[in-house]
């Protein structure tokens, strides 16, 4: 790895060499990153009074039936949703969010909870080819739209991807949905989805990098796109977890191999 990073950049090979050696020397001592959340609790209805979880419908529900094709967890299912019409639903809540109830039409509601239980946001993904295939409405406005508030243990590393349903599959796996990635504090390995040709996505994974957080960076005979993909593949959730763990970098090793991944 050392040769490649000299025909990269040779200021970030120095600090590679650098970094290396100081992992060698340093203790284990250094206090860990506060991270604010607090012990996961009970999840309340709330808002949600009146709509059927998943894990309630019948087996051969269409909407049972296309949630379980993307193989989520099933004990995910309970706090999964079917509504039957968006719009008239979110216009309950917020009143004229959605000026016309023209083409309303059903989703998948995913409940955005905080550290209480409370629904403070929620995302509505499509089942058919309806567009866009994700909204996300607040209630609150003041909260940045982070998904899995309720669940997290800030006790241990914790894993950051953008997708809801993409962290189902992860242990202490919180999702940010189009929130910025550094308004999260703590103990972080953020992961990306498997998209190296994506400009916005490079430009976010470099942002990440340069902030001094851990990334993972996919090894390059993935294919799949995201987690829920790759499970879909075939993967099993301790392989996906294994493949995060030995492809995540830090600091001049994470430069270096962005510098190889981008180019795949």
Request: charged share 30%; net charge positive.
């Amino acid at each position: 790895m050392g040769n490649l990073v000299k025909t990269v950049d040779s200021k970030t090979y120095k600090d590679y060499i650098m970094e290396r050696y100081k992992k060698g020397v340093e203790t284990r001592s250094s206090p860990q990153p506060e991270f604010k959340f607090n012990a996961p609790v009970f999840r309340k209805k709330g808002i949600l009074e009146g709509l059927q979880s998943i894990k309630n419908l019948p087996d051969d529900h269409p909407a049972r039936q296309i949630v379980e094709k993307r193989k989520l967890p099933a004990e995910s299912l309970s706090d999964l949703y079917l509504c039957e019409s968006f719009f008239k639903f979110t216009n309950s809540i917020i009143k004229g969010k959605f000026p016309s109830l023209g083409g309303d039409h059903p989703r998948l509601i995913i409940p955005f909870r905080d550290e209480s239980g409370e629904v403070f946001a929620y995302q509505g993904r499509a089942f058919g080819n309806e567009q866009p295939k994700y909204i996300t409405i607040k209630i609150d406005e003041d909260r940045d739209k982070i998904f899995g508030l309720d669940k997290v243990d800030k006790s241990k590393p914790i894993l950051v991807v953008e997708g809801p349903l993409d962290s189902l599959f992860l242990d202490n796996c919180i999702a940010v949905a189009g929130a910025d990635f550094s308004n999260i504090k703590g103990d972080l390995t953020v992961i990306y989805d498997n998209e190296p040709r994506n400009k916005e996505i490079n430009k976010q994974i470099e942002k990440t990098i340069d902030q001094g957080k851990s990334v993972c960076l996919w090894p390059d005979h993935m294919k799949e796109k995201d987690i829920n993909d790759m499970i879909i593949a075939g993967y099993s959730k301790k392989e996906v977890q294994e493949i995060i763990t030995n492809n995540t970098f830090s600091g001049a090793s994470a430069k270096l191999r962005f510098a190889e991944w981008r180019r795949i």
